[in-house]
Nanobody
């Protein structure tokens, strides 16, 4: 089992910044991938950004140039800059290894003036 602890999130004005963090612990193997997804009511959960244990990254087109994912061991951060109202969502941390997938509890990000 792998446990995920998320932190960060909150309320920010348009154009502002927030940082999300997710720390994984437990039975961790490599290679693995840590990622951030987001979901709004009535919509499917979508990938925001992901990073492998080898350092490879991928981003949703909608966040490229604004969000940066970084990783230090089994902790992943998502730096979100130039936030827009449409970034408002519940953000979830995901950890994937071998044939297993784990999710954090989610953290609310609200972009509003």
């Amino acid at each position: 089992q792998v446990q995920l602890v998320e932190s960060g999130g909150g309320l920010v004005q348009p154009g502002g910044s927030l940082r999300l963090s997710c720390a994984a612990s437990g039975a961790i193997f490599r290679p693995n991938t840590m990622a951030w997804y987001r979901q709004t009511p009535g919509k499917q959960r979508e990938l925001v950004a992901g990073m492998t244990s080898g350092g490879g990254t991928n981003y949703a087109d909608s966040v490229k140039g604004r969000f940066t994912i970084s990783r230090d061991g089994d902790k992943v951060d998502l730096q979100m800059n130039s936030l827009k109202r449409e970034d408002t969502a519940v953000y979830y941390c995901e950890f994937r290894q071998l044939y297993s997938e784990y999710w954090g509890q989610g953290t609310q990000v609200t972009v509003s003036s």
